[in-house]
Structures are given as C-alpha cells and as structure tokens.
C-alpha cells in the first residue's frame, strides 16, 4: 500500500496515503457500476435458466469446454502476472515492470486470440440467433437460441472489456518503458483492479456457459 | 508489500481451484453440479479479491466501497429469485 519516495501527490491530498485511498475508492466505485452492468446480464441469464435449464443445457453443451478452461488458465495467470506488476510499480522496479506488464497484455491479447478463434467456430457451427441458426441441432431451437443471445453478449461484453484493458495495460507497459510518471504505483495498482475485476467476471461466465449439466468433453 | 512467494501461492490456489472444477465436472453430480461449480467460482473470485485486489489489506472504508457492489448485485438476484421461485406458490 505504501508509495514509492519519489511518488507525487496531487495538490488537494494532504499525503501520498490520502491520495491512495481516494484513488482507490474512487476505482472501487467504478467497479461497483461494472458489476451491475454485468450483473443485470447475469439476472437476466438466471431468470432465463431457471425457466428453460433443458435449453440452457443443450446450448452449453455446442461449446467448446476446452477453449473456455484455456482461457480461464490464461485470464487466472494474467491476474498474476498483474499482481507481480504491481509488487513492481510500489518497489520501483521499472525494467521488472515494463516486462510483466507486457507479459500480462499479452497473455490478455492470448485470451481474444483464443476467443476470436472460437467464435469462428461457433459461426461455422451455426449457433448464431438470427436468419442463420441451425435450428436442426437443437430439441428446443426456441429457448436455445435465448441462451446462445446470452452467451454471445456476455462474452461479447466480457472481451470488450479485455480489449480496453489490454490497451491501458500496453499504455502503461510503453509509459514506464520512457520513464513517465504516468506509471505510478497508484495507477498501475488501479488499472490491475479493474484487470482482476475482469477476470472474476469470467470465472463466473466459464461454469454458467460452458459447464451446464455436465459438459461433453 | 506483497511478496512474490505469496502472489504465487495465490495463483497456485487459483489454479488447483480449476482443476477442482475440472474434477466436478467428471464427477457427475447431478443436481449439485450447479452450486458446487457456482462455489468453486465463488472461491476463486474470493481469494482474487482478497488477496490480488488487497482487500484483505484494505481500509475499512475501501471494503464497504467494494462490498457496496457485491451488495446491490444480491439485490438485484434476490429479489428478482424471491418473484421467480415464487411463482408456483400461489
């Protein structure tokens, strides 16, 4: 939590640790708006769930379980990685940080690589809603197609978020790369908060997607 | 300071949770297929709050500012249950 000797702090903190906290709840704050921005598409996914469970059933099982446990692998080892980055940014370590922060960008680009890849072959397999779903894979075509609706916008929404941390996580890596103050311990501790929110959001996505009703392998 | 060793530990947590899942999964649970998957990802979103997002070595007032999200997401799953899950009561 302590700051580095040659952190600044802004004019209206009284000290490096009032500053810390105001940025800190201020983050926490933002979170609290993402949770419920993800959570309104978590309440309708479980009122969807409990109403149609042998559609949501049939639709998990046309994912690809393996994909989904990869990139839960990656996503957990990028908060990692993310973690390290921060020990770094609070002891100073520049050279350590640049190299972890673009570890963790790239395992996050690793992630969208993996999901880009899948969603090829969720196209081709024709589980996309709409004028060209298969409906002839599906007992009930109806209700199924309610549940791919959720999965394409949550994970759709999920590698949004992916996308912009990646980008403010390369940001940070080139910034401290030149030396800029603009990666201080306070901003990349902030950005590795938002970056672990967006992994807890996918350790819930991955058992609710891919893992219904005991997934084929 | 965290320490390498402890972050690395937690990712070793992280990652036995995972394969926890895995075992779920092959195990054929049944109707506890759910709430266990649910509580391994509850687990596993625990200790990344916990311990990579320092919760654990927060302020008081930062963990009611990251309890208040967890509190109006259980409003909004709660109440919207407690209408659903009623609805053949009546």
Redesign the interface.
Known sequence: ??ETETAHVAHQFDDGEQQH?AV??GM??F??????LF??L??GY??FR??YFEAFREGSHHLYVWLG?AN??IL??S??T???A??AA??GHRRALVAILATTAALGLAFLTVKGFEYRLDIHDGIVPGPHFEAALFDHPAEVQIFFVLYWLMTALHATHMLIGVCVIAGLAVQAARGRPAARANTV?MT??YW??V??VW??L???LY?V???RW | MVSTARTSLVLLALMALLALTLVAVLAHLGPWETPVNLGIAGAKAAIVALWFMHVRRSSALTRVFAGAGLLWLTLLLGLTLSDYLSRGWM
């Open positions: 939590m302590a906290e800190t709840l926490w704050a979170l609290a708006t993402e949770i419920m959570g309104g978590f309440a479980t009122v409990i109403q446990t839960t692998a957990l080892l908060s990692f993310m973690a390290l921060v020990s609070e002891k501790e590795g908060l672990h929110f992994d807890i350790i819930f991955f058992p609710l893992l009703g005991e997934p």
